[in-house]
């Protein structure tokens, strides 16, 4: 039987890629989303994978959501937590509601998922979470405490749950990525893009098919042995 994951965010930049990458490894793939129902339909259309919407910052819409695909699909053995949103400002900029929603979003989003799947993994004997760090989480980045914070909390998150998983053939790893060709970079102002560009010995941005890669080796079955690691695909940026 097909290996069944849910993605989140996963109807645009890297996690459609990941969608994409996990269904032509032959998995069974949930999109969630948590905004755009424009753009979650054109993807759906497009993949003939399915998206749901719920907020992943909300904890009991997590575990219905996993509860849901686990009794129409049997199981959820792959959960990608790549949901992540920036709000960008130095410190002195930087509202709670700014701090407060990035680590909701991003941090609080990988625990509510876990903890929704992570039982069933065990129970089941096989699991494979990876959670999208960031580059910016392991360097830290100006004008990013509350994202470099959260991302930083993921690989902190990662480490400890292995811990837990990995006698039950749960694994959890994380990737980290770089600067990614998405509508996330392409926010950053065009001058500022430049000088991060430009420290990239790779001398350019990533693809979003780079990172998916990443993730079809990490959930995939023969993987069980590597857990609590972080894969950084940064062109060079940052070596950790
Ligand atoms: N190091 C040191 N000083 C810096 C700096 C840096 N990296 N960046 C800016 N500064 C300085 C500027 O030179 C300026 O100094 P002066 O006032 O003395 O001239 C001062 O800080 C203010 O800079 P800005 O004018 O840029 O300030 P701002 O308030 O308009 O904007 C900012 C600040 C929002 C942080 C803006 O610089 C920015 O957007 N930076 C990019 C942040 C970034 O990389 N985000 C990543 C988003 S993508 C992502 O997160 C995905 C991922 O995982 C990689």
């Known amino acids: 039987m097909a290996r069944v994951a849910i993605v989140t965010g996963g109807t645009r930049g890297i996690g459609e890629a990941i969608c994409l990458a996990l269904?032509?490894?032959?998995?069974?793939?949930?999109?969630?989303?948590?905004?755009?129902?424009?753009?979650?339909?054109?993807?759906?259309?497009?993949?003939?994978i399915e998206a749901i919407k719920w907020n992943v910052a909300d904890h009991q819409a997590c575990l219905d959501a996993v509860a849901k695909v686990e009794a129409e699909h049997g199981q959820v053995d792959i959960i990608v937590n790549n949901a992540g949103i920036t709000r960008d400002g130095t410190l002195l900029k930087m509202t709670y509601e700014m701090w407060r929603e990035v680590i909701d979003v991003n941090l609080g989003g990988c625990f509510n998922?876990?903890?929704?799947?992570?039982?069933?993994?065990?129970?089941?004997?096989?699991?494979?979470?990876?959670n999208i760090g960031s580059i910016n989480g392991q360097a830290g980045q100006y004008g990013q405490v509350n994202y470099a914070a959260a991302k930083s909390g993921i690989h902190g998150f990662t480490k400890a749950l292995a811990q837990e998983g990995a006698k039950f053939n749960v694994t959890?790893?994380?990737?980290a990525?770089?600067?990614?060709?998405?509508?996330?970079?392409?926010?950053?102002?065009?001058?500022?893009?430049?000088?991060?560009?430009?420290?990239?010995?790779?001398?350019?941005?990533?693809?979003?098919s780079e990172i998916a890669r990443g993730v079809v080796f990490?959930?995939?079955?023969?993987?069980?042995?590597v857990t609590g690691s972080t894969l950084s695909i940064n062109g060079g940026q940052h070596m950790y």
């Open 23 to 48: 269904q032509e490894a032959g998995v069974t793939v949930i999109a969630n989303y948590g905004g755009d129902d424009k753009k979650a339909a054109e993807f759906t259309a497009r993949t003939g």
């Open 113 to 130: 998922m876990a903890k929704a799947a992570f039982p069933g993994m065990r129970k089941r004997g096989f699991g494979r979470i990876v």
């Open 172 to 175: 959890v790893n994380a990737i």
């Open 177 to 208: 990525p770089g600067y990614i060709d998405t509508d996330m970079v392409a926010a950053v102002p065009a001058d500022v893009l430049e000088k991060i560009v430009a420290k990239i010995p790779a001398g350019r941005l990533g693809q979003a």
């Open 218 to 225: 990490l959930t995939g079955d023969t993987a069980g042995f």
